[in-house]
């Protein structure tokens, strides 16, 4: 076999890269540690400390990739949305634009809510504790919720002229109302235990898009239980 025939190995990377990567994967790992902690204690009860004894690592390494504890709950944040839209939005898209697309996107909503209300979700939480305070992380916590908002605003914008709501409909009205199903949901099942919360919620989605004007009256699937990519959403 000649020189030329050899099979070539792939360049090893450099050390520096090779340490990056390790270091990103780090930082996941802790991002995801914090979340898991965020969901039950609270943005406000995340710490340095907390977070190197969950993780078995020491304070000053945590500390080192984040360099504050507000960049930590920043960081959460910004991993929960991902998420979020992952679960909710993403695969909602698949749908055709109109009232399917409105339908799924609440279904996904709803089926992320009831886990949550086990484990807890960081918008609800997060609004919560930071409601009357300023500075970035209550500026990354409204940014998220609102981008979300948003989406959900496009796709009762798209159903009204999909001829499949009213023409009259209005959009920032209606999409009160579904909010505040999913606020109503989380405080009648986490906090005051309630059982068929879940299929209240789902009943009022559908009451709702009756109310304005929706033809079909088949109900999302969703769940039914006691209680117990690199951009934001766009279409």
Excluded at 42 to 61: D, F, N, R
Excluded at 105 to 115: E, G, P, Y
Excluded at 116 to 135: K, M, N, P, Q
Excluded at 160 to 179: N, P, S, T, Y
């Amino acid at each position: 076999m000649s020189v030329t025939e050899l099979p070539v190995k792939p360049p090893r990377p450099p050390r520096e890269g090779r340490a990056l990567q390790k270091g990103q994967q780090t930082k996941a790992a802790i991002v995801d540690a914090a979340l898991g902690l965020a969901t039950q204690i609270g943005l406000e009860g995340l710490s340095i400390g907390a977070l190197a004894e969950v993780t078995q690592m020491s304070k000053s390494g945590v500390f080192a990739h984040f360099g504050s504890r507000e960049e930590l709950q920043i960081s959460v944040i910004r991993e929960y949305h991902t998420r979020f839209e992952e679960e909710v939005f993403y695969p909602a898209m698949q749908e055709p634009r109109g009232l399917p697309r409105l339908r799924a996107l609440f279904a996904n909503w709803m089926k992320r809510t009831s886990i949550e209300i086990d484990s807890g979700c960081i918008y609800i939480s997060g609004a919560v504790e930071f409601d009357d305070r300023t500075g970035p992380v209550r500026d990354a916590l409204v940014g998220s919720v609102k981008t979300w908002l948003s989406a959900m605003r496009r796709a009762v914008v798209s159903a009204k002229e999909e001829g499949h709501l009213r023409a009259d409909v209005d959009e920032d009205q209606l999409l009160f109302e579904i909010h505040g199903l999913i606020l109503a949901l989380h405080y009648e099942a986490r906090f005051l235990k309630n059982p068929g919360s879940i299929t209240r919620a789902n009943a009022g989605f559908d009451n709702i898009l009756r109310l304005y004007g929706a033809q079909d009256a088949l109900p999302a699937r969703l769940p039914t239980r006691s209680t117990k990519p690199t951009k934001g959403p766009k279409e």
